[in-house]
């Protein structure tokens, strides 16, 4: 876990003043440049960052020691309190499975809980355990709409259905950014929350914004070119 003394807070400065820091700068110049994290992931870590979402959880997977140091060195610049725990077994044979590794005993992945603040942080990994969390705290300390986290859980206890993350009333910026299940009622107050954060991090950094919708036009052209040539 970060140490306290460092956190911005503690500093005779603001979050908004720390943001100008060379520390800062060389966390988001990392962030924007590593390929230890998918591009989506990068969004939700500059999110986090940025203090519009309170915390999040994070995979990163087949690292040695000098990435792990490298990756909390970019937490620490950035501002953010984080702890580092092993990936659970599901999320470790998904990896597996889609990479196909030579040597399955050298794989590490591990699952990052990262907050702006201490008390988030602590909440999140308070929820985090035991596995499975429960989904409706885990889900509110992960700063999700209360909305959405109240869909998932009747959907997973009393299976009602979540709003298609294709739903056609979504612009295609939207479904590349969205990173929770939308709940059927509320999705246009869920994405108008979603649309701030995605504003935030394109001011911030313009080269993620550009970096996700080139993953999703990618994804949407492979996907379109695996529909036709059935």
Known sequence: MKNFESYPNNKSMNWIAYRETAEFKKGLNFLETTDLFVPQSKFIILATALNIKKASAIDLYDVDQVEIIEVENMLSNLGLYFSRDLAGEEVVAEFLN????????????????????????LEASKHAVPFPPNDELYGLSMDFPASAVKAYVNMRNNNESLLDSNDNRLSDEEKAFIFFRMSK???????????QVIAAVKEYSPAIYDEVMEEYWENKSTQHHRETSI
Do not use: K
């Open 98 to 121: 889609s990479t196909n590794p030579a040597n399955d005993d050298e794989v590490n992945c591990f699952l990052y809980h990262i907050a702006s603040t201490p008390e988030a942080l």
């Open 185 to 195: 009622d509320d999705w246009e107050s869920e994405i108008a929350w979603l649309e």
